[in-house]
């Protein structure tokens, strides 16, 4: 009955924008959330790849109620001790000595766009951006641009100008789009909205060097794949390559919203006095969640979570047997798995809720895993042997 009147609510009054899985959630607890029912499931969507920390984490929901009771919020107008601490965290943690802060990914990735735009027009130039056939980029009118959904494109146009894309993973495409008229390219490592699907290594290093030897600006969207979600604080760096400008959000201050858009100094300097700004971006709130986030991925989380990510590749690796999962992709605590035609993968999702594990479907009919940081061992076997038994019992 509750779950009825909460359902005709949302379908009366809120935006006919969301398709949301019938399951209310009321609180939760370590790697689990549970429903105003009571009932309790193991989180492996965790406000997608946000909720690194999982819920409820004592240090982080002390330092939190602790913000809340000194200053949430004061105008950028103002210094505050928590930012300033913050950001030079921030800066000497990921090697780019200027950020900008915001309140989500959009936002940092609108924010890069920008700066970019800026850099070249403070040469008298104006530029292109490159962005890869099936990204995510965000819903403002700019990063909808720079995001692959054509239908999208359509509802809103028109679109701002400026930006064309390159077939994924496909070098000699790449090549061939990377012209004078190109001042930045804007990529995932891991494009994880459209299943968790991974630029390969070489493409990676050899697109990065050709915009090195261009001078063409690489701009890294870690917004899914940053904060330890991959195994390292940043997904870059498993390919020795330093993009000039990389957005986070999601992850980086744990539920809290927050986005961050990070550059080299001679990119982050480009902005003159007033050209950005955020009334909330960077609050006391957010950046004291921010920085609680980043001390224990520094203090311990980073390694620990790198090695359960690698744990949680070689259970799935398993499942390759069966004839209907396609692929097993992903690195780190972000996997995919992704199906045939033959089974939908949103069948896979219901069957785990049904289990006690919560998955969510992300594009190419793949099932996404992106877990709290501080998932356990047992956690992951609970979740591999629902699914193995999800999967014995389908006949395709
Ligand atoms: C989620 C996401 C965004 C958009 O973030 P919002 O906070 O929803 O605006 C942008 N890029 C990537 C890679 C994302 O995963």
Redesign the pocket.
Do not use: T
């Given at each position: 009955m509750k779950l009825k009147a909460i359902k005709e609510a949302e379908a009366t009054h809120y935006m006919p924008v969301f398709s949301r899985d019938s399951l209310c959630i009321e609180r939760g607890e370590g790697n689990c959330v549970y429903d105003i029912y009571g009932n309790k499931y193991v989180d492996f969507v965790a406000g997608?790849a946000t909720n690194i920390l999982g819920y409820n984490h004592p240090e982080f929901t002390d330092a939190v109620c602790a913000q809340v009771k000194t200053l949430i919020h004061v105008s950028n107008h103002y210094y505050t001790e928590i930012q300033s601490r913050y950001i030079k965290k921030l800066c000497d943690a990921s090697g780019f000595s200027r950020v900008f802060l915001c309140n989500?990914?959009?936002e940092a990735?609108e924010c890069a766009l920008k700066l970019v735009r800026r850099f070249y027009k403070n040469r008298g130039e104006q530029k292109t951006i490159l962005t890869a056939e099936g990204s995510?980029?965000?819903?403002t009118l700019a990063t909808l641009t720079a995001t692959d959904n054509a239908a999208q494109h359509d509802v809103y146009s028109p679109l701002p100008s400026g930006f064309k894309s390159f077939k994924y993973n496909d070098f000699d495409d790449f090549k061939s789009k990377l012209t004078d008229d190109v001042g930045a390219v804007f990529l995932?490592t891991i494009q994880?909205?459209r299943g968790v699907r991974p630029f390969s290594d070489d493409f990676l290093v050899n697109a990065y060097a050709m915009c090195k030897s261009k001078g063409i600006l690489f701009v890294a969207?870690e917004?899914?794949t940053g904060m330890g979600r991959t195994g390292k604080l940043f997904s870059f760096e498993h390919f020795g390559i330093k993009p000039d400008v990389i957005t986070l959000?999601?992850a980086i201050a744990g539920g809290i919203p927050m986005?961050a858009c990070l550059a080299v100094e001679e990119v982050g300097t480009a902005f003159k006095l007033g050209d950005h700004g955020s009334t909330f971006g960077g609050n006391a709130l957010a950046c004291a969640a921010a920085d609680k986030v980043l001390d224990l991925l520094l203090g311990g989380l980073l390694d620990s979570a790198a090695e359960v990510g690698e744990y949680l590749g070689e259970r799935l690796s398993h499942f390759s047997k069966y004839n209907f999962i396609a692929d097993i992709r992903g690195r780190g605590l972000m996997r995919g798995i992704q199906f045939t035609d033959k089974v939908p993968a949103a069948l896979f999702e219901g069957k785990l809720k049904e289990r006690g594990y919560l998955v969510n479907v992300a594009g190419n009919n793949t099932v996404r895993l992106v877990p709290p940081l501080t998932i356990t061992r047992e956690e992951i076997d609970g979740l591999v042997a629902a699914l193995d038994d999800v999967c014995a019992s389908t006949n395709v």
């Open positions: 997608i989500s990914g959009a990735n995510f980029h965000g819903r995932e994880g909205e969207d917004i899914q959000a999601k986005g």
